[in-house]
């Protein structure tokens, strides 16, 4: 099956540890993205690539960062500096200049 | 700066009625206007989009609406079944670029059986 996978589904991590999120896509899509959200609120782009070994800020980049070695692949790691990172992430893709993203299942980031 | 309103919050309709979520955008660039649906603690799907050449666009039940003019594009959704109760997001893309958007905050539809 094509498709992106995220996991965990569930994350646990306690107060100022740094976290990774993983995110795999088999649809040869060459953009990826991570998403954040919020009970109530719309989905808020952290960073987004569109080609291997590169990528660009979104709106709330600050206490994330991401690498993308990998096509298939675009971990993205929450850092202590977050200041709030419990949260619903999201991860997608999509072909670069066509507009829909298809979207992973999400982690849900808990920070204790 | 530019963005994506979305209304209502919450929407609660009887089986067979129709429900209808209504977006406004600012960016007068925006070209492309999907739609998502999101099931509890799943990722959200595509159900329908429009482009901005387009005025209307219509899949079975769900159909949505697009007035440029206006900057109002809207969804529709006739019938309605249990299943479809979900949060709906509604989307407009940044600029001409196709791959990134502004969201809407969602819609929580529950339709009663």
């Known amino acids: 099956d094509g498709g992106i996978t995220q996991s965990p589904k569930y994350l646990f991590r306690k107060e100022g540890q740094n976290v990774t999120l993983s995110c795999e896509q088999n649809?040869?899509?060459?953009?990826m993205y991570w998403y954040r959200q919020d009970p109530g609120q719309g989905l808020r782009l952290i960073y987004y690539s569109q080609i291997v070994n590169d990528f660009q800020k979104g709106d709330i980049a600050e206490g994330y960062s991401v690498s993308r070695e990998k096509k298939e692949s675009f971990p993205l790691t929450v850092t202590s500096a977050q200041k709030n990172p419990t949260a619903f992430y999201l991860c997608?893709?999509?072909?670069?200049?066509?507009?829909?993203?298809?979207f992973g299942p999400g982690t849900r980031l808990t920070v204790l | 700066g530019e963005n994506v309103e979305q209304h209502p919050s919450t929407l609660s309709v009887q089986e067979g009625d129709s429900a209808v979520i209504k977006c406004t955008y600012s960016d007068s660039a925006s070209n492309y206007f999907p739609w998502y649906k999101q099931e509890l603690g799943k990722g959200p799907q595509l159900i329908i989009d429009?482009?901005?050449?387009?005025g209307e666009k219509k899949d079975q039940r769900i159909a949505v609406t697009l007035n440029k003019t206006a900057k109002h594009f809207s969804l529709h959704i006739t019938e309605t079944q249990p299943e479809d109760s979900a949060v709906y997001f509604c989307?407009?893309?940044?600029?001409?670029?196709?791959?990134?958007?502004?969201f809407g905050t969602g819609t929580s539809l529950t339709v009663i059986p």
């Open positions: 997608a893709s999509s072909i670069v200049g066509v507009g829909e993203q298809f």
């Open positions: 429009i482009r901005s050449n387009v």
């Open positions: 989307a407009a893309s940044r600029g001409n670029t196709g791959n990134q958007f502004y």
């Open positions: 649809l040869n899509h060459d953009a």
